[in-house]
């Protein structure tokens, strides 16, 4: 079932936001300063890409004030918008019974995109 979704999602959307986050990590990787931010982009391109079947959990490394710090200045830089674009894209697609898997999806995708440090993307399986 997770494939079927898998290529669903691929097809309406999925592509373009996953190339949306690789171009913004390619852009952040071009200064020393945003690889950390850069490397994060990739991971939210990987986990849009191929949502059905991930989980995402935290990670168990002692970062700490590191992981926090970063996550503010990805909350402030750009982490509220990609947030907010996968609410609304939840509730527009909760609107339909089809889409509510869909929608149930960019909810759980609203959690890495406001904060991606300390987190880590497992298949669920």
């Known amino acids: ?3 079927l979704a898998n290529i ?3 097809i ?4 373009w936001s996953a190339l949306g986050y690789f171009f913004g990590g390619i852009v952040l990787c071009l200064t ?11 991971k939210l391109a ?3 890409l191929w949502p059905f079947g991930k989980e995402i959990v935290s990670s168990s490394s002692n970062v700490g004030c590191l992981s926090l710090l970063c996550n503010i200045i990805w909350l402030l830089c750009g982490g509220i918008w990609t947030a907010l674009n996968h609410l609304l894209f939840g509730i527009l697609l909760c609107l339909t019974i089809i ?3 869909f929608g149930r999806m960019h909810f759980k995708l609203i959690e890495i995109s406001l904060m991606p440090f300390g987190k880590r993307v497992v298949d669920r399986g």
């Open 1 to 3: 079932m997770n494939f």
């Open 8 to 10: 669903i999602w691929f």
């Open 12 to 15: 309406f959307g999925g592509l």
């Open 32 to 42: 020393i300063v945003g690889i950390p931010f850069g490397l994060q982009c990739f």
């Open 46 to 48: 990987g986990v849009v």
């Open 99 to 101: 889409g509510i898997p």
